[in-house]
């Protein structure tokens, strides 16, 4: 079975470098970049997208993880579609709540009712259709109908697992890598593509794992520790509501320090990939055999210098393992 890798471009550099490392990805044989879509790093991430467009050929692009609250879900579809005719069959929307994203406003992330909304005009719109509530003395609309790009659902909890495949042309799931809890993600997608007369046979299921890497496993895992705090601060994270399939029955987490020692390692094998480059490729072989994945989105954490230390690992390291 054929394995899909794609990767975040999380490098903050001058406009007129943002297509760089997509081109470098694509070289090393990543299958897809996602661009960091927050508008308090100072880039508009459909910018990046068309930059990383012009300078690549193969890999699908997209943004991780638009929303329908910082951009009216028509704006997304006219950039969706202007990305498209940049790199046709190429585009892919991933779609989520956008709690990171509209932190920066001061405004609560997309509901599930939202998001379900949402996706359904960016859909329409692709698809060549009206909406119907257009005032047409100001001309209609002149979206693309044939071969749009298709519509991912980013989805952590179980109600957004359940629209992801009631409605989604494919999902990113933040779950971890525990069997277990992948597998109850699994069954929240089935459930979602039956109510919604789907065949959950043919949906593709993109798991996104963050990557802290590092030359010492303990320091990567005391690197891993915030972004654990925040899975775990989310009680409706399928994650966090199902620690106890790790073997834990953890205390109220209020800020990383509270996170018990003995219980990183656990939550970090758990939650994605954490150690040496060694490790980390060690731990994707175990994590695509024991959950059959097929398609896997690597997300790094860390500085700007620990980040492209990692990207070059996953080149030289991971990347090889896998292929």
């Known amino acids: 079975m054929s394995l899909t890798i794609d990767i975040t471009d999380v490098t903050e550099v001058p406009m007129p470098e943002a297509g760089d490392f997509s ?8 299958d897809g970049v996602g661009v960091r879509d927050n508008q308090a790093t100072g880039r508009d991430s459909y910018l990046r ?7 690549t050929s193969k890999v699908n692009l997209f943004p991780a993880v ?10 997304v579809a006219s950039l969706m579609n202007s990305l498209n005719e940049l790199a046709p069959g190429r585009a892919r929307l991933v779609m989520g709540g956008g709690e990171g994203s509209v932190a920066h406003i001061g405004v609560p992330p997309a509901t599930i009712a939202q998001v379900r909304e949402g996706v359904g005009t960016i859909r329409r719109l692709l698809g060549g259709k009206s909406l119907g509530t257009e005032d047409s003395s100001h001309g209609g609309s002149h979206f693309a109908s044939d071969d749009a790009p298709p519509i991912y659902l980013n989805a952590s909890s179980p109600r957004m697992l359940e629209l992801a495949g009631e409605l989604g042309d494919g999902t990113m799931v933040m779950v ?8 109850l993600a699994r069954e929240r997608i089935q459930t979602g593509a039956q109510a919604g007369g789907r065949d959950p046979s043919n949906f593709d299921i993109s798991f996104a794992l963050p990557v802290f890497m590092d030359a010492d496993l303990d320091a990567a895992r005391q690197r891993a520790r915030t972004t654990l705090f925040w899975w775990l601060r989310r009680p409706r994270r399928l994650f966090t509501s199902n620690t106890r399939e790790l073997g834990l029955d953890l205390p109220l987490v209020t800020k990383p320090e509270n996170i018990p020692d003995a219980a990183v390692p656990a939550l970090c094998d758990a939650m994605g990939l954490v150690g040496t480059p060694e490790q980390c490729a060690e731990q994707l072989e175990r994590f695509v055999a024991s959950c059959d994945a097929s398609h896997v989105h690597l997300a790094i954490y860390g500085n700007q210098q620990q980040a492209e230390q990692t990207f070059e690992s996953l080149c030289k390291v991971v990347l090889p393992r896998l292929r």
């Open 23 to 30: 081109a470098r990805a694509e070289a090393a044989g990543f």
């Open 49 to 55: 997208l068309a930059m990383a467009a012009l300078h």
């Open 66 to 75: 638009g929303n329908p609250i910082t951009r009216h879900p028509a704006v």
């Open 176 to 183: 971890g890598t525990h069997p277990g809890i992948v597998g």
